[in-house]
C-alpha cells in the first residue's frame, strides 16, 4: 500500500557527515509530518527531527545544530543531513510519515524498515 525506503546509512568517523533520505511510495494522497527517529542498542526509539508540511521543523536538544531536517513533496522524500555525527549517535535510524492515502481516508503512520549509522570514536 505506501512504502518508506531508507537509504545513506552507513560507517563513520567521528567528526564525518551523513546523509540519510527516505523516500515514500505508493498509495499516496497527502503527507503530513515526515520524520527520523532512531534506536541505540538496548534503548528506546526517539524522535530525532520532524518536518511538517508546511516546513516547520522540530529537533532533539541533543542533535540542534548538527542536524538538518528538510523534504522534498514533489518527490514524496524527507532527508536528514548529519554533520559533527558523534559516536553516541550510532542507532538504526528510522523514517516515518503521516500519510494519507486517499481523499476520504483517515491519516495513518507508516514507518520505513531502517538504516543503521554507526559512528566510531
Known amino acids: 500500500q505506501v512504502q518508506l525506503v531508507e537509504s545513506g546509512g552507513g560507517l563513520v568517523q567521528a567528526g564525518g557527515s551523513l546523509r540519510l533520505s527516505c523516500a515514500a511510495s505508493g498509495r499516496i494522497f497527502s503527507i503530513n509530518a515526515m520524520g527520523w527517529y532512531r534506536q541505540a542498542p538496548g534503548g528506546q526509539r526517539e524522535l530525532v527531527a520532524i518536518?511538517?508540511?508546511?516546513?516547520?521543523?522540530n529537533y532533539h536538544d541533543s542533535v540542534k545544530g548538527r542536524f538538518t531536517i528538510s523534504r522534498d513533496n514533489a518527490k514524496n522524500t524527507v532527508y536528514l543531513q548529519m554533520y559533527s555525527l558523534k559516536p553516541e549517535d550510532t542507532a538504526v535510524y528510522y523514517c516515518?510519515?503521516?500519510?494519507?492515502?486517499?481523499?476520504?481516508?483517515?491519516?495513518?503512520?507508516?514507518w520505513g524498515q531502517g538504516t543503521q549509522v554507526t559512528v566510531s570514536s
Open positions: 516515518n510519515a503521516d500519510i494519507r492515502t486517499s481523499f476520504y481516508g483517515a491519516r495513518s503512520d507508516f
Open positions: 518536518i511538517t508540511s508546511g516546513d516547520s521543523t
